[in-house]
């Protein structure tokens, strides 16, 4: 009898397998990489977006609340039509004190700012810039009112975010 012999194959991996198990490894990490940059910046801009109305938000509720507090505007310390604008009304402390007060809303250094009477300012904006703030004077016979333009931006390149803000407030105690 013949002894029976078997043969093993000690065959490696061929030159063109390698370069398409290479090319197909190259492929997979090119697509895993792009989808982690691109959700990187997708988060990056949706929390600029983010922090842009958050911090806007809150600068222009508390200045609508003071010029419905307000019992007028003074006209001539005020800059209506153009940017940076600035808006002083006359006012009370607070709605249980009648002591007068002066309230004035303006850009400084990038932030919307409300100063109290002579001196006091008080930033109503952080981590944002504000790029564009203009009053319109919209007082009829019997009452005032005031409207304005804010524009809002944060970031660079991008993970840049703007946004523009309108609104307006008829003063409570003016009529």
């Known amino acids: 009898m013949q002894g029976i012999t078997t043969h093993q194959s000690n065959r490696g991996v061929s030159l063109i397998e390698a370069v398409i ?10 697509i895993v ?3 982690v940059v691109v959700l990187s910046d997708l988060h990056g801009k949706t929390k600029a977006k983010k922090e842009v ?7 222009i509720e508390r200045m609508l609340q003071e010029i ?10 005020s800059s209506f039509g153009v940017d940076p604008g ?5 006012t009370t402390i607070a709605s249980d004190d009648d002591t007068p007060v002066t ?3 303006f850009l400084q250094n ?8 002579p001196s006091t300012d008080i930033p109503l904006t952080s981590g944002i810039t504000i790029s564009r703030l203009v009053f319109y004077n919209s007082t009829q016979a019997t009452t005032s009112a005031v409207h304005f333009e804010v ?3 944060v970031g660079s390149g991008v993970r840049r975010a703007e946004r523009a803000f309108e609104g307006g407030a008829v003063l409570r105690r003016s009529y």
């Open 21 to 30: 198990y290479v090319a197909i490894f190259a492929m997979v990490f090119a």
């Open 33 to 35: 990489v792009n989808t």
């Open 53 to 59: 109305l958050t911090e806007t938000r809150l600068g």
């Open 68 to 77: 419905r507090f307000a019992q007028s505007i003074d006209v001539a310390a």
């Open 86 to 90: 600035t808006l002083k009304v006359n």
């Open 103 to 105: 309230r004035t809303f």
């Open 110 to 117: 990038g932030s919307l700012v409300i100063r109290e009477g």
């Open 151 to 153: 524009t809002a931006e």
